[in-house]
């Protein structure tokens, strides 16, 4: 049986936070070539989880699109992160 779609948003939001390095300090993140400002970007995706989050514990159900979207913008953070030569786990739910 497939879980509801607040139940996936859930699901996603978790394994994204495993998948994003959102534990490392700044300076680690801002070393070296910047392609995209990872920094922002990551701190772009943790207000985007959070956000849901919110919304979710306040009983709103995501759809389809909103679940689509918010794997969408994880690929670009993994994309820049990886173009900055940084750490992103086992990203297989973002492919």
Same mark, same amino acid.
């Given at each position: 049986?497939?879980?509801?779609? &607040? ?5 996603? $939001? #978790? ?13 680690? $993140? ?23 989050? &919110?919304? $979710? &514990? ?12 918010? $794997? ?5 953070? &993994? ?15 973002? #492919?």
């Amino acid at each position: 049986m497939k879980p509801d779609t &607040a139940t996936a948003m859930h699901d996603l $939001i #978790h394994q994204m936070r495993s998948v994003f390095p959102f534990a490392l300090p700044a300076a680690q $993140i801002c070393s070296g070539e910047c392609r995209g400002c990872p920094l922002k970007v990551l701190d772009f995706l943790q207000t985007e989880l959070d956000d849901w989050d &919110a919304r $979710i &514990a306040a009983g709103e159900q995501p759809g389809l699109r909103e679940l689509s979207r918010l $794997i969408r913008t994880g690929r670009k953070v &993994a994309n820049v992160l990886r173009r900055s030569g940084l750490p992103v786990g086992d990203d297989t739910t973002l #492919h």
